[in-house]
């Protein structure tokens, strides 16, 4: 059996693998081959604009296929953030809408509230966006129970302008506003935000997941489906911390961002779940 | 037969709201506008709509931002140094083309000033204050009543223009009493929401609406701008709107706004009964601005008197509308009768300045 080389495979951006392909009439042999791997449902078939290594495409092909799995695409409403996630925002085939920086929390309150709950509404953020600018929408967020769902892209950096310091960026960190590494005198400490939001009455759901692996993935597919389900329960806010590579920031080639995750950013931002609970008072 | 009542102007929005199917209000309290969210936290809940007390003007306008998007009918309201921490969400909620009503209820000026009454808004409401190039259609009540029917109006012409309106009112206007007729204004129909509300695509096919609040990063940037500009223009051609007496027949116009003209018509009235020629102009819409009406009347009227609570904002519209064919005089902050943030323009006062400039 002799394979010809055919133009119309479709491949997944960063794995490279098949997600679509008229291969079977290219090869001379006959054989029906069954796609067991492909772009979730509710993606729109777009080419990625992220950098090579850039995770944030997995963290929407994850978004996704939870979406999928608990088909729910026609009831939801996303709510981008400002970095490179929020252009992730538009391959989803759902409504959806941007917010100014750090204020999606809020953005996402307007939605639900004035649709009486309905929709089920979440928010993907990056660290500079959720954690600086937008830590007190997002603290006031959870404090006022809202039942939404924010997945929090930790890459320890701004990414989108450059790779500057964000208050999840590691000490002694070398960044373009760090060059001599991330001082605790001047410029703090890496801020731990699952565990933070975990602490508050009206977080239901919090958690910390990294994507350094295939079973990494797939723990970090189940969180995300965990937290939309709290929404959908109507228990409280629900929120998924994801440790992100982002190379340019990282200084770092993609595979070696990895690494750097595994040996660096685990040990500051250990994975878990940091709060689940059914109803809160 | 019409339902009556004697409230203040801050009470007459909520009324306005309510009467224009207004159901989500997003509020901060800030002096002197607290009886709008308090308002609002006692009425909505009694019709189903619903009340947020945010933790800040900031949370309040994207809170709006975000109940704009689904096609509700809903607003905000603060004042001044509340109204600045908004104008980010503003020039935002105008790129994304999201109908909403922004109530400002004037405090003094400027940085924490003081929670009494003055003017010192008209350039922040009326320059687009937010980044880039915007502009907000502004609505001046100058009577509880008219409050009440301006606010109906604003909620048309946001559903109309895809659009925030602001209604500018002040210290007096808000806490002064007066009596109020209830009844609900009709505009007739108004453009559908459906194609861009984000409202869940159920269960059809659908890629889903998508709104994006930074016209530059996807699409025809240029395209944009000059789509955007048309519908000012159009704003601009079809919806100035004032009150004017006299402006074919005078000597001296007042030009007024919101409670510094209930002052200038009291001195116009009065002057007329003395035999002055003096006409009145009220703008209604600050922008867009009726520079036809005062171009006109400077054809004709050698001076122009502008009454307004503060250093002299709409003066440079006026003066802009005259084009140096009159004189155009001010009466500010400087005339009130107190030094303290008490002081007031009063009628006589006007009147007195009338009669010394005529």
Redesign the interface.
Known sequence: MKRKVDENVKREPFSGRIISSTIKENIDEKVEREIVYSRPECM?DLPTILCPGCQHGLIYRLIGEAIDELKI?????G?GGVGCHAMG??M?????????HG?AP???????????G??IVFTVQGDGDLAAIGM??MI?AVN?GEKLTTIFCNNAGYGTTGGQMAPTTLLDQVTTTTPEGRQPQGFGYPIHVAELLATMTGMAFSARCALTSPAQFNQALKTVKTAFQKQIDGVGYSFVEILSACPPTFKKTPLESIKWIMSHMLEEYPLGIFKDVDKIP | MLEKRLINGNEALGYGALYADCRCYFGYPITPQNEVVEFFARELPKVGGVFVQTESEVSSINMLYGAAATGVRAMTSSSSTGFSLMQEGISTLAASELPCVIADVQRGGPGGGNTQTSQMDYMQVTRGGGNGGYHNIVLSPASVQETFELVQLAFCLADKYRHPVIILTDAIIGQMQEGLELHRLDFGPLPDKKSWALTTVGDHDDPGRFIQNAPGILGSYRDYMIRITKKYQEMTEKEVRYQAGHTEDADLIVVSFGSSARSSLWAYHQARKEGLRVGFIRPITLWPFPTQIIRAAAQHTKKFVVVEDNLGQMLRDVQAAVQDKAEVHLVGIAHRHLVTSSGMIFPKTVLQEVKRLI
């Open positions: 729109h695409r026609g009831h939801c409403i709510v925002m538009g989803l085939k759902i409504d959806a809408i941007m917010a100014l204020r809020e953005v996402a309150t307007g939605i639900k509230r004035s649709l009486h309905k929709p007190g929408d006031n006022r």
